[in-house]
Nanobody, 117 residues
Framework: QVNIVESGGGLAQPGGSLRLSCSASGNLYSIYNIGWYRQTPAKQRELVATISSANFTSYGDSVKGRFTISGQNAKTMVTASLQMNDLKLEDTAIYYC?????????WGQGTQVTVSS
């Protein structure tokens, strides 16, 4: 079993910044990906950013150049952070952290990010 804990998010103005954090603990593996998806009522869940155990990163097209993901592997805990800059109204969503290893996906509870003037 993998336990996912998320923090961060909240309210920001357009052009502002927010930071999300996520930690995974429990039955971890040496090869994994960790990152975030986001979802709004009007859209399907979409990839925001992911980082692999080899530190390869990938971003959704809508956030490239504005969001940066980073990660650390402490063997008993894997952590990731998402720095979100130049936020736009359309970044408003629930952001879900996930950890995937050996074909099994584990999800966090989700955290609300609201961008509003």
């Amino acid at each position: 079993q993998v336990n996912i804990v998320e923090s961060g998010g909240g309210l920001a103005q357009p052009g502002g910044s927010l930071r999300l954090s996520c930690s995974a603990s429990g039955n971890l593996y040496s090869i994994y990906n960790i990152g975030w998806y986001r979802q709004t009522p009007a859209k399907q869940r979409e990839l925001v950013a992911t980082i692999s155990s080899a530190n390869f990163t990938s971003y959704g097209d809508s956030v490239k150049g504005r969001f940066t993901i980073s990660g650390q592997n402490a063997k008993t805990m894997v952590t990731a952070s998402l720095q979100m800059n130049d936020l736009k109204l359309e970044d408003t969503a629930i952001y879900y952290c996930y950890y995937i290893a050996r074909g099994t996906n584990h999800w966090g509870q989700g955290t609300q990010v609201t961008v509003s003037s």
